[in-house]
């Protein structure tokens, strides 16, 4: 039986046009392109914006994050209020008693393996995260829910923006 030439033309059409994309696609991926330079410049300017940024403080950064997080928890129905400074620390620490201040608290977390590890301005970034859940809540006029669903909450709530610290401030 004699073969379409119309057929192995058309074949040859579909092979060749694939053969075409897939060079398109190894080219396009693999060699440089105006892109690139784009980019070089654009890490510059970040590295540079980054370096012009003024220091952090992340112990200052958590004690406002503590703060904020007793302004808003003195309206929780559930907690004894007034919250004084130790109260709100055993919150935060798991029920432990030994840091009573916000000072002593924040230096514990801040060098605590988890916290060590990330650059000053990463850790800052976090706390400032936990310091915008806290006075968001304020603002919203949410703060009379639970204090054990708040601070529950805390963790899902910032869990983007501090995913983006370390990230872009990084270890």
Known sequence: MKKNPFETVKKSIQNFTSALIFFYFILNCNLPNEDDSF???????????????????????????????QI???????????LSEATIVSLFNGGDTSLE???????????????VKYTSRAQACVMDCNRSYWTNKNSAGTCGEDGGSQIMG???????CTKTCTSVSGP
Request: a negative charge; charged letters at 15%.
């Open 39 to 69: 980019n070089r410049d654009n890490e510059k300017r970040v590295i540079l914006q980054y370096l012009l940024l003024p220091p952090t403080d992340p112990i200052r950064s958590c004690i406002d994050a503590l703060q904020a997080a």
């Open 101 to 115: 201040t916000y000072q002593s608290y924040c230096d514990s977390l801040i060098h605590s393996p988890t916290f």
């Open 72 to 82: 808003c928890l003195n309206q929780a129905p559930d907690l004894p209020t007034p």
């Open 154 to 160: 805390l963790s899902t709530a910032t869990f983007g």
